[in-house]
């Protein structure tokens, strides 16, 4: 993308432009692996779909560029149950992500929720709303791996604030939060009560959860359209940060060739071509180790708006680590943004040790952990540091 803007856009500082994934699961994969073969009659595979979907998209970032006017913002802070820690532990201190809470061995389940509903409000010279970011600690995945492609619950926000007229024409920006460990597809408690409340209100969950986000965002509304910050101090960093690959055992090095062994037989298993990609890079990088830790490179953003700030990460980032950028930032109000800008793995999560100690899926090395607690401690201190310079010189919001 970075390289096609160039000659279309040369005033656009490249590097300064960064995507944010919402990661609904009823999309379009980019991952050619995704599919053993296309399942139906005009579907395109993840390639085809790569070369429909790239030309467009500077076409976007021209039109947005170049309409730029001047403005202003507001923040705002609501609060919605959209998502809930999904890792389930048991009394042997194993976790199993989604695990069933009916056993009668269900001891706990393993972090926190955050229910914050995070917004900045744009505004014309005129105090008329121009769009609103709104920012979710939870992926939009009610509607999981369905068969048709749908925005999930950000289909719901829209159509509900669309219904007030100050939002008619208002650009309303989906952010996912820090939010590894946590998803909306599952009540562990009053699971019959929640399902009976959506029914008399005649909506679908995927419907209920867009509406409590959108109901955050009209509640909260009110008031910010007073006190528009017309001319905020503005600063936007770009860093690329290297973190050392989370060390793979012996006996998780052992496990894998195992399966590969049994993949050699087992040639109809649709997750044969995924994994067996996957645990190759994994037995390379074991390899590789054995002459020292390897590391991998990522890019962070910072972004400072008055006293707002909005930092990124390439992660299914778990959000103990989002807790600890937020405490520790000195804006007002911090928004991560996960899976933003160069993402290196495809579902690379960031388990914190707590995690790693309790293992299951997206907490093991043979899950998708590219990157350990280690590399997790090093990306909260260098992006709560870059935060700090962002505010060292200018310690209070305001004018530049």
């Given amino acids: 993308m970075r390289e096609r803007l160039r000659a279309r856009l040369p005033d656009l500082d490249g590097r300064k432009l960064f995507f944010m994934a919402t990661h609904a699961h009823s999309t379009p994969p980019f991952d050619e692996n995704q599919y053993a073969a296309v399942p139906g009659k005009g579907m395109l595979r993840p390639s085809e ?34 998502g809930q820690n999904r890792r389930v532990v048991y009394p042997d201190g194993r976790a199993v992500m989604g695990g069933w ?6 001891d706990r389940v393993e972090g926190p929720d955050d229910h914050g509903v995070e917004l900045l409000f744009c505004w014309s010279p005129e105090h008329r709303l121009t ?23 950000w289909d719901g926000v829209r159509r509900e604030l669309r219904r007030h007229p100050d939002f008619a024409e208002a650009a309303i920006l989906p952010q996912l939060g820090a939010a590894g460990d946590q998803w909306p597809t599952r009540h562990y408690v009053r ?11 005649g909506l679908t969950r995927t419907q209920e959860k867009g509406r409590r986000i959108a109901n955050a965002v009209l509640d909260v509304y009110p008031y910010v359209k ?31 060739r195992q399966q590969l062994d049994r993949f050699k037989t087992d040639v109809d298993n649709p997750l044969r071509p995924v994994r067996s990609r ?75 040790q707590r995690a790693v100690a309790a293992g299951g899926y997206s907490a093991e090395a043979l899950w998708y952990n590219h990157v350990g607690p280690e590399g997790g401690r090093m990306l909260v201190d260098r992006t709560v540091e870059l935060l700090q310079e962002l505010w060292k ?4 919001g305001g004018t530049r």
């Avoid at 979907?53 to 976007?60: D, F, H, N, R």
């Avoid at 699971?191 to 209100?201: F, L, P, T, W, Y």
């Fill in 278 to 352: 996957y645990f190759g890079v994994l037995l390379d990088r074991f390899a590789a180790q054995q002459q020292g830790v390897p590391q991998t490179g990522i890019e962070v953003h910072a972004i400072r708006l008055g006293d707002i700030a909005i930092v990124t990460n390439p992660f299914e980032l778990f959000w103990d680590y989002g807790l600890q950028i937020k405490s520790r930032s000195p804006a007002v109000l911090t928004l991560t943004s996960q899976l933003s800008a160069e993402v290196a793995h495809a579902e690379a999560y960031l388990a914190t």
């Fill in 101 to 106: 809470t009916k056993n009668p061995d269900f």
């Fill in 49 to 82: 779909y790569l070369d429909f979907l790239l030309p467009k998209l500077p076409e976007v970032v021209e039109t947005a560029w170049t309409a730029r006017r001047p403005g202003g913002f507001t923040w705002g802070l609501g609060h919605a149950v959209v």
């Fill in 131 to 153: 769009g609103v970011l709104i920012n979710v600690a939870c992926p939009s995945q009610v509607d999981s791996q369905a068969l048709f492609i749908s925005s999930d619950f």
């Fill in 191 to 201: 699971e019959k009560a929640e399902v009976i409340m959506q029914q008399r209100r």
């Fill in 226 to 256: 007073d006190g528009i910050v017309f001319d905020p101090i503005f600063r936007h960093r770009v860093e690329p940060v290297r973190l050392p690959y989370r060390i793979i055992t012996a006996q998780e090095a052992a496990d894998m």
């Fill in 393 to 396: 010189s200018e310690p209070v």
